[in-house]
T-cell receptor, first 111, second 113 residues
């Protein structure tokens, strides 16, 4: 029962361009998080947005949350080759104790 | 250094041979969890633990066991592994019970022949 689903599944861009990834979920949530994974290694937490927040920034990352549409987006500005990785959204649903991940977006940034 | 340590990193075994994947964290986290990752399916939760002696099933618990006898350790046990348990496994932990930031181990690639 995956909570989050990312779109697109894969994204290829040139260095310097912006990358946008989207996530949709199914039920009400406490928070939504984005994680990054390099080549089958452990995931690394990037940013968290709570259900009562609409937008958050962290460095080159911008996350938005639209609870009415049950969707979120992650924007990476001025992408670099080092941003090449898989990105996952994860949700903690209201009243739950589980963090549920989507299938991820594979981002490839060409130098 | 704050970390989640999983062992082994790679494991090849045969059907039916019991195995244990260890997980230890040094951050005094209450919450620990096991995930498996399969191509196209993302991460699916196997079991989680809110604290010592408190464990609960995730979305895909069949064929797995866990225990939480100490706060720092959360081993994953496969009593009789089968080929469909071939996967990449991750242990994760977080502070408290709000699951606001998971720290992941480096993963265990398991192959069951």
């Amino acid at each position: 029962s995956q909570q989050g689903e990312e779109d697109p599944q894969a994204l290829s861009i040139q260095e310097g361009e912006n990358a946008t990834m989207n996530c949709s979920y199914k039920t009400s949530i406490n928070n939504l998080q984005w994680y990054r994974q390099n080549s089958g290694r452990g995931l690394v937490h990037l940013i968290l947005i709570r259900s009562n927040e609409r937008e958050k920034h962290s460095g080159r990352l911008r996350v938005t949350l639209d609870t009415s549409k049950k969707s979120s987006s992650l924007l990476i500005t001025a992408s670099r080759a080092a941003d090449t990785a898989s990105y996952f959204c994860a949700t903690v649903y209201t009243g739950g104790f589980k963090t549920i991940f989507g299938a991820g977006t594979r981002l490839f940034v060409k130098a | 250094e704050a970390q989640v340590t999983q062992n082994p990193r790679y494991l090849i075994t045969v059907t039916g041979k019991k195995l244990t994947v260890t997980c230890s964290q040094n951050m005094n986290h209450e919450y620990m969890s096991w995930y498996r990752q399969d191509p196209g399916l993302g991460l699916r939760q196997i079991y989680y633990s809110m604290n010592v002696e408190v464990t609960d099933k995730g979305d895909v618990p069949e064929g797995y066991k866990v225990s939480r006898k100490e706060k720092r350790n959360f081993p994953l046990i496969l009593e009789s592994p089968s080929p469909n348990q071939t996967s990449l496994y991750f242990c994760a932990s977080s502070f408290g019970q709000a699951n606001e930031k998971l720290f992941f181990g480096s993963g265990t690639q398991l192959s069951v022949l």
